[in-house]
């Protein structure tokens, strides 16, 4: 297997697209991919974007995908990368590839001396739990995630 990670490209937006849907299919939840190709890559690549990405492919073909961003941790005064997504494609796992992938952004965390390097998963997502266990990465169980979208972010705005 020859797995090389790389930067992505704004010419990558459609195949980041359909990792996206290919993960939200496996998820269980394609019917909340709201985005288009035109607003994935003006999201991802466009001028004032805060979000990065990379390709994982085998032998020149695209196999998976991650999308990060920065964000900021007041108590250690560091910076730290989140994982947004990672994907491997359904037929390409358990060949390395996916840990390939969060190895590249650990060394990146390192290498830009950022404090963390983290990630959520679905609690039903055993598999890949399981993964992330194997690595030595710990659950964050004491933390629970809040979140305002759609009408809710606008009415409560707008009060």
């Known amino acids: 297997m020859s797995v090389i990670?790389?930067?992505?490209?704004?010419?990558?937006?459609?195949?980041?697209l359909d990792f996206i849907i290919e993960l939200a299919v496996y998820e269980k939840a394609e019917h909340e991919v709201k985005t288009n190709v035109e607003q994935t890559r003006e999201a991802i690549f466009g001028d004032n974007s805060t979000v990065k990405a990379l390709i994982c492919e085998e032998n020149g073909v695209a196999i998976g995908y991650a999308v990060y961003f920065y964000n900021y941790s007041t108590w250690l005064g560091k910076?730290?990368?989140?994982?947004?997504?990672?994907?491997?494609?359904?037929?390409?796992?358990?060949?390395?590839a996916g840990k390939k992938m969060l190895k590249h952004l650990a060394k990146k965390a390192l290498n830009e001396k950022c404090g963390r390097f983290e990630w959520s998963c679905l609690d039903w997502n055993t598999p890949s739990r399981e993964f992330y266990e194997s690595l030595g990465a710990k659950s964050?169980?004491?933390?629970?995630?809040?979140?305002?979208?759609g009408k809710t972010l606008e009415d409560f705005a707008k009060s």
């Open 5 to 16: 990670i790389r930067d992505a490209v704004s010419s990558d937006a459609q195949t980041i």
């Open 140 to 149: 964050q169980d004491e933390w629970i995630g809040y979140r305002l979208e």
């Open 79 to 96: 910076k730290g990368i989140y994982l947004e997504d990672l994907y491997i494609t359904e037929l390409k796992r358990g060949n390395g």
